[in-house]
């Protein structure tokens, strides 16, 4: 009993959360550190406001922030390292423009930023080390382009990223490392594809990748270090499935994998380190459910998640760490609340729950 108790405390504790944009909730599961399969967490799901779109974790695994799509704010939750339940913040939810979608937080944990789909602007907030709780800052929220959506933050927190749908382009701005206030960098806004819903930075902060719903499409750009400004790779945008609406890259910044919403399954691309440029790899794309938003990557690189809108799942994948290619989890599809939106997935160190890399 003594050696099956330290085996069990030894292993890997990793949760996923899934908002709910039809329930109006967030579900949340153990991983199964072995196989990827979902278990889902006691209490859960969790109430959130109206049209949860999607999870994000602060870096140091102590907090949970959900833009609710339809009720125009930010739920927040302490996260429990232990059980992975969630539990409300006090004062949450917090007031945010109209109709926010997607979210970020920046690397050190001190602010959150919201794309407001429809006041085309930016919320942005500190975060009370302590509660959880979110104030406005100073100047928000920051104009943007025409309809954002997603909002990324790269791995330094010196620069945040907005992919706007209506004007089909990236603004990009300079993070105020003491306030968090959004200055435009020079250049911005940068050409996307077709309505690029979503955006995310890879690990080492090189590269940023753009999901272009309605071109097909997914952008791929080099970061100037110093000033931010976006350079289309060599060859792209690249060609994914159809109506791509997300973006996931895994913590190695080795692949990323683009869930397509139409055409029901996931792209999955091999990272070129120095150049940026995407290989499809062997297989790909892979199937999934009905309608697929997002997509996430576990901490440890194993695993991939992918939610299905319409099927009311999710898809598990075991990634396999050399080719990229991806295989399905026993046992999956994983059912969920109704309309699945996006994933966000932590692990247990030190008593929190923390986050991939950015």
């Not at 602010?111 to 080390?129: C, E, L, P, R």
């Not at 100037?224 to 109506?243: D, E």
Request: proline fraction near 8%; charge should be neutral; glycine fraction near 12%.
């Amino acid at each position: 009993m003594a050696q099956s108790a330290v085996r069990s405390d030894a292993a890997p504790v990793e949760f996923a959360y899934v908002a709910n944009f039809g329930s109006n909730n967030i579900s949340a599961y153990a991983i199964d550190a072995t196989s990827g399969a979902l278990k889902q967490v006691k209490g859960s799901p969790f109430a959130a406001g109206s049209g949860p779109t999607g999870p994000v974790i602060d870096p140091k695994g102590r907090f949970a922030y959900v833009p609710n799509h339809g009720s125009g704010n930010v739920s927040a939750y302490a996260i429990d390292a232990t059980s992975g339940a969630l539990k409300p913040v006090t004062g949450s939810p917090f007031a945010a423009g109209s109709e926010p979608y997607f979210g970020a937080v920046d690397p050190k944990g001190k602010f959150v930023y919201v794309a407001d789909n429809g006041s085309n602007n930016v919320s942005a907030y500190s975060i009370d080390a302590t509660t959880g709780a979110l104030s406005p800052l100073a100047g928000s929220p920051f104009a943007t382009g025409t309809y954002p959506d997603g909002v990324a933050v790269d791995p330094k927190g010196k620069f945040a990223y907005v992919a706007n749908d209506g004007s089909n382009n990236l603004w990009a701005y300079n993070i105020d490392s003491s306030s968090g206030a959004l200055k435009p960098v020079k250049g911005s806004p940068f050409a996307a594809g077709t309505q690029p819903y979503f955006v995310t930075v890879g690990p080492l902060g090189k590269f940023a990748y753009a999901a272009n719903y309605g071109s097909n499409t997914i952008s791929a750009y080099t970061i100037n270090a110093s000033s931010g400004a976006l350079k289309p790779v060599t060859g792209s945008p690249f060609a994914t499935g159809t109506q791509p609406y997300g973006v996931a890259v895994d913590p190695t910044g080795k692949f990323v994998y683009v869930p397509n919403n139409y055409s029901n399954d996931v792209s999955g691309y091999a990272i070129n380190a120095t150049t940026g440029v995407l290989k499809a790899v062997k297989g790909s794309p892979f199937a999934a459910g009905a309608n697929t938003d997002g997509a996430a990557v576990d901490p440890l690189g194993k695993f991939l998640y992918a939610a299905n809108d319409s099927s009311n799942n999710v898809s598990a994948y075991a990634i396999n760490s050399t080719s990229g290619a991806l295989q399905q989890a026993k046992g999956s599809p994983f059912a969920v609340g109704a309309g699945p939106y996006l994933i966000a997935t932590c692990r247990r160190v030190a008593g929190a729950c923390v986050p991939p890399p950015l």
